[in-house]
């Protein structure tokens, strides 16, 4: 069992030395992706609220 948790941790630790933080600009970018992206579900979740609604469902 101790194997197996050394073995995590020392992925873990891997992959914290090779991540980076990301620049201003990789930033904006998914940002503006996870906003429109979020946008567009909701208007499609608020057209079928609304078709539900105007078919008295």
Partial sequence: MSLSIKTKILEWKRILQVAKKP???EYLSSTRICVIGITIIGVI????FLGFA????
Avoid: E, R
């Fill in 23 to 25: 620049a201003k600009d």
């Fill in 45 to 48: 979740g608020f057209a079928v």
């Fill in 54 to 57: 105007f078919l008295g469902l």
